[in-house]
């Protein structure tokens, strides 16, 4: 049975929500030959927009190919340059022979050698003697501008996972040769998105990082509720089910707007439903919810120290002055700088972050069993 909400994989078509404004700033982006730094919490919606404002630039710019990068799978800076040389060639040309005589043509000191599957076409690989390539990697690095000003085309590549270069055995030298090579692009684009926000922002926006001010940082927001809401309402319509504007909100609500979990917690509001959502659906499927994560969320928890999760009670009840006396002594917080210290320490576990100036919970669903059922536990 297909379900009428989606969730895990990136999302597009009818299942893709608004978003309109960030749609149009990436393109615009792309066009201009901006390069763009995508940051959000894990699960909002990046690789999503990327592939929705890049897929559909595409159907009406022949000229800009985009090249896809997921770095999560991607483990070294070796592995880094091979998979970059083969995806950039692929997309600049369709028949396997331009791609092995251009490759030729482009390459002078390095010496990329090629190996074939049955189907050459879609099954190839690239790889160069290590050394060289450690030596110099220019001829690699320049290939997107070199092939595009050859071929009249705009090539932008999309690198997803960007904070996983930490992975490298020398994330900064590795830093420091990008920009010094992609700096001087003129056609040539680049787009890189990621989560771990400490991470991404220590690698954009700390003067002493190679990547500081190379170009356009967004900080990608949450999809707001009445967007949610129209979507939630038409997609129940749409399987001849009923939901009131008021309890749609409720879903929406009850995950804080985060992208994923909308439309999971939508998915199961609309399996324990018959016809009409009533409140009493919405209660049990947020229940199963937090029931499937809840030993994910223990032991998440397991790992803090008391003064951490003490803190966390702290946040979860809305006190605004943390490092505050009357805070320290009723959450049993230590001192103002332990305050600070588990702060950071929270923050670096990636369990809060601090977004928009406000203190928040990473994950929505770990906050709402950590208040409704874990501190009422204890
Ligand atoms: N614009 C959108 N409309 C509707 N649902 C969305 C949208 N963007 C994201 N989602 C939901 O959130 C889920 C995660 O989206 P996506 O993988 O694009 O996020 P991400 O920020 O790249 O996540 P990660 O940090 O894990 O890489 C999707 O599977 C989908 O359920
Ligand atoms: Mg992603």
């Given amino acids: 049975m297909e379900l009428p909400f989606k969730h895990g994989k990136v999302v597009e078509t009818s299942y893709f929500v608004n978003r309109k404004e960030e749609i149009h700033h990436l393109q615009n982006n792309f066009i201009s030959k901006i390069n763009t730094t995508l940051i959000s919490p894990r699960r909002w919606g990046k690789s999503s927009l990327v592939l929705k404002a890049s897929k559909d630039l595409t159907k009406k710019n022949k000229r800009i190919?985009?090249?896809?990068?997921d770095l999560f799978n991607i483990r070294s800076e070796e592995e880094f340059y091979k998979t970059f040389t083969k995806e950039v060639l692929k997309v600049s040309y369709t028949k396997w022979e331009d791609r092995l005589k251009k490759a030729t043509e482009f390459f002078k000191q390095l010496i990329p050698k090629f190996s074939?599957?049955?189907?050459?076409?879609?099954?190839?690989?690239?790889?160069?003697?290590?050394?060289?390539?450690?030596e110099n990697p220019s001829e690699i690095l320049n290939l997107p501008e070199v092939i595009s000003k050859e071929k009249k085309i705009e090539i932008v590549i999309c690198l997803d996972e960007f904070q996983n270069i930490g992975h490298f055995n020398n994330p900064l030298a590795f830093q420091k040769k990008l920009r010094a090579h992609w700096q001087y692009h003129q056609i040539a684009t680049y787009c890189m998105y990621g989560s771990k926000r400490n991470m991404m922002t220590?690698?954009?926006?700390h003067k002493s990082m190679p990547?500081?001010?190379f170009g356009d940082v967004i900080f990608l927001q949450k999809i707001s509720t009445t967007h949610w809401v129209k979507y939630i309402i038409k997609k129940f319509k749409k399987t001849n089910k009923v939901i009131s504007h008021e309890l749609a909100k409720n879903i929406v609500k009850l995950v804080e707007n985060h992208?994923?979990?909308?439309?999971?917690l939508a998915n199961k509001v609309w399996l324990n439903t018959a016809d009409k959502v009533s409140k009493k659906n919405i209660e049990k499927s947020i229940n199963q919810l937090i029931e499937n994560y809840e030993m994910l969320f223990q032991k998440e928890l397991d790992t803090l120290t008391n003064q951490q999760v003490n803190l966390l009670k702290a946040i979860v009840n809305n006190?605004?002055?943390?490092?505050?006396?009357?805070t320290i002594k009723k959450y049993n917080l230590g001192t103002?700088?332990?305050v600070t210290s588990a702060k950071k320490a929270l923050i670096l576990k990636e369990v809060i972050d601090i977004y928009n100036k406000e203190i928040i919970f990473l994950d929505p669903l770990f906050k709402n069993w950590f208040q409704h059922f874990y501190?009422?536990?204890?």
Avoid: A
Wanted: glycine share 2%; hydrophobic share 35%; proline share 2%.
């Fill in 319 to 326: 006190e605004l002055q943390l490092n505050n006396k009357n």
């Fill in 375 to 378: 501190i009422q536990k204890t």
């Fill in 211 to 213: 990547f500081y001010k």
């Fill in 336 to 338: 103002s700088s332990s």
């Fill in 65 to 69: 190919r985009f090249v896809y990068l």
């Fill in 259 to 264: 992208s994923y979990y909308t439309q999971q």
């Fill in 202 to 205: 220590e690698i954009f926006e």
């Fill in 116 to 134: 074939f599957g049955i189907d050459p076409q879609n099954e190839f690989s690239v790889s160069f003697n290590w050394h060289d390539v450690m």
